[in-house]
């Protein structure tokens, strides 16, 4: 169920990712680049991890906080944030 929540929320920022199109010579975003793109916008002060705080903005990713946090550390680095996206 959490992941289902999850996976909701990205699909629906995803999207924003992609909505820029590539200039003549640019490759276009490739999927990886665009989870990051979705961990930048919930990192919101730019630090490389997202806060419980931050985490609080987004319900599917408030959900799934504690689980993803693998170190227990109290904040999920992108490593973490991109095995929820399995």
């Given at each position: 169920?959490?992941?289902?929540?999850?996976?909701t929320?990205?699909?629906?920022?995803?999207?924003?990712?992609?909505?820029?199109?590539?200039?003549a010579?640019?490759?276009a975003?490739?999927?990886?680049e665009?989870?990051?793109?979705v961990f930048?916008?919930?990192?919101?002060?730019?630090?490389g991890v997202?806060?419980k705080?931050?985490?609080s903005?987004f319900?599917?990713?408030?959900?799934?906080?504690?689980?993803?946090?693998?170190?227990?550390?109290?904040?999920l680095?992108?490593?973490?944030?991109?095995q929820?996206?399995?």
């Amino acid at each position: 169920m959490k992941k289902l929540m999850l996976m909701t929320a990205l699909s629906l920022t995803v999207p924003f990712a992609y909505a820029e199109q590539p200039y003549a010579g640019q490759p276009a975003t490739s999927a990886p680049e665009a989870g990051s793109a979705v961990f930048s916008q919930i990192d919101t002060d730019q630090d490389g991890v997202i806060s419980k705080q931050e985490a609080s903005s987004f319900s599917a990713v408030e959900v799934m906080f504690e689980d993803a946090d693998a170190n227990r550390d109290g904040a999920l680095d992108a490593d973490e944030f991109s095995q929820t996206q399995r």
